[in-house]
Nanobody, 126 residues
């Protein structure tokens, strides 16, 4: 069973960049599909990005495409989310997620992911 720990959140200004990291432990990292969701106050969980086990299949939400980049390092058991040109609407708690058996078409629904980190807060001031 994998444990996930996010880091790197904080308060930034609009237009700034920020990198979130997720360290995984307790499981065979390369056997997990990895991803990020976010949740703003009063809103449902929103898919941000995900990567297949080998890193070859990656998907980013339209709202972050071109600004955010997910990457994974199977040797270090980490996944990072590089965020650029941040906007106030990007403010949310960001969660690292993992699942061993999820298929690509199911990536976009937060209910389909088995493992979650505790989340890290990202606040973008205007």
């Amino acid at each position: 069973q994998v444990q996930l720990e996010e880091s790197g959140g904080g308060l930034v200004q609009a237009g700034d960049s920020l990198t979130l990291s997720c360290a995984a432990s307790g499981g065979t990292f390369r056997s997990y599909v990895m991803g990020w969701f976010r949740q703003a106050p009063g809103k449902d969980h929103e898919f941000v990005a995900a990567s297949g086990r080998g890193g070859g299949s990656t998907s980013h939400a339209d709202s972050v495409k071109g600004r955010f980049t997910l990457s994974r390092d199977n040797a270090k058991s980490t996944v990072t989310l590089q965020m650029t040109r941040l906007k106030p609407e990007d403010s949310a708690v960001y969660y690292c997620v993992a699942d061993r058996s999820i298929i690509l078409s199911s990536w976009y629904n937060y209910k389909n992911w088995d493992y979650w980190g505790r989340g890290t807060q990202v606040t973008v001031a205007s």
